[in-house]
């Protein structure tokens, strides 16, 4: 296997593997590869794929942080070969488009989720419109997240959304500690739903929209639809991620 292109975060150990593979196979640029190497925690895996946003590059994560759950065992012995039997899955990203209170549009990618926080003491205010259909006129909470199948085990997970299976073609709509109405546990939509929040008194009670790492501040809506991208993400063999999501709903 040729053509690696190795990124790593910044931490020692994740440094050390990275200088260490790039002694052993060279390092390819970017736009030549034909594999990305991630070497870190998640972050670093969504960084790679922000990176690669252009093309649908396969990527192989190594964990060298404290959080892995979409990546590989820390063993990087015979990297060529575990590559070559690694199982692959397609995950499908969401687009997010924030507007803010100057009405400046923000346009990002969202692997994991796009949510939405209040940044001050007082809680938001949101609308909810599916497929131009108001669905809750006023939610007031901490927040609302969309999570896709692939990031429906990281902060959806924590804020008690349900865990979706990778090919279940669903968005996980999850209120962040909702206030009114305090029942509301959230919606399963099809992947094909267009999603749009619109903030009630945004300057009293502002709200940051969040694509990933990417975050627009004092936001008026977002829209949020499934993107036209796909990106591959490859797993050691018997150890794929949808095994992984499948466990995941097991743990105690």
Not at 63 to 76: I, Q
Not at 181 to 191: E, F, I, Q, V
Request: hydrophobic share 40%; glycine share 6%; aromatic share 6%.
């Amino acid at each position: 296997m040729t053509g690696f292109h190795f990124l790593s975060s910044t931490s020692p150990e994740a440094q050390e593997t990275f200088q260490s593979l790039v002694n052993r196979y060279g390092q390819t640029d970017l736009d030549k590869a034909n594999i990305i190497v991630a070497i870190g925690g998640d972050g670093t895996l969504l960084n790679a794929l922000r990176k690669s946003e252009g093309r649908d590059i396969p990527i192989y994560g190594i964990n060298k942080g404290s959080v892995g759950f979409l990546m590989n065992s820390a063993k990087y012995d015979n990297l060529d070969e575990k590559i070559t039997n690694a199982e692959s899955v397609t995950i499908y990203p969401l687009s997010m488009t924030a507007t803010d209170i100057n009405g400046i549009k923000f346009k990002s990618i969202a692997f994991n989720e796009v949510s939405l926080l209040r940044q001050v003491r007082q809680a938001a205010k949101i609308s909810i419109t599916i497929d131009n259909i108001q669905r809750m006129d006023e939610l007031i909470c901490d927040g609302i997240l969309v999570a896709t199948p692939a990031g429906s085990t990281a902060y959806n997970l924590s804020a008690h959304g349900p865990i979706l299976p990778l090919k279940s073609e669903i968005l996980a709509l999850t209120p962040i500690s909702a206030f009114r109405p305090r029942r509301w546990r959230g919606a399963l939509l099809p992947s094909s739903a267009s999603i749009r929040f619109d903030i009630l008194d945004p300057m009293e009670r502002p709200v940051s929209a969040t694509a990933d790492e990417v975050e627009v501040r004092d936001v008026v809506s977002v829209e949020i639809t499934q993107s036209l991208l796909t990106k591959t993400l490859l797993f050691d063999k018997g150890h794929s991620l949808e095994e992984r999501i499948l466990k995941e709903q097991f743990a105690w």
